[in-house]
């Protein structure tokens, strides 16, 4: 499976952005989707995820109401809308997509990431 995020930038707070990440290849396998951000010195940090059949979503407590996350699953894309943006959201986001092996593993896909700038 690979990943390729879109649609990062240098925006004002207060505005918004939309990413994007495409999947192509092995893509029938993929339980979820999610968006994960690391700030620098920072760990990586789960953002949202959605699942591929249901389409059920869990949020970072910091981007509840703010953030919704959504997927075409017909073009096997996934989306990010961020309203509202703060500063404290400035972070590379990376797409990650999980399969589970048959020993019920689960195994993570990961994009390139893309920067996304908060300014005050």
């Known amino acids: 499976v690979q990943l390729v995020e879109s649609g990062g930038g240098l925006v004002q707070a207060g505005n918004s952005l939309r990413l994007s990440c495409a999947a192509s290849g092995s893509t029938f396998s993929i339980n979820s989707m999610g968006w994960y951000r690391q700030a620098p010195g920072k760990r990586r940090e789960l953002v949202a995820r959605i699942t591929t059949g249901s389409g059920s979503t869990n949020y970072a407590d910091s981007v509840k109401g703010r953030f919704t996350i959504s997927r075409d699953n017909a073009r096997n894309r996934m989306y990010l809308q961020m309203n509202s943006l703060k500063p404290e959201d400035t972070a590379v986001y990376y797409c990650?997509?999980?399969?589970?092996?048959?020993?019920?593993?689960?195994?993570?896909?990961w994009g390139q990431g893309t920067q996304v700038t908060v300014s005050s």
């Open positions: 990650n997509a999980r399969r589970f092996t048959a020993t019920l593993t689960p195994y993570d896909y």
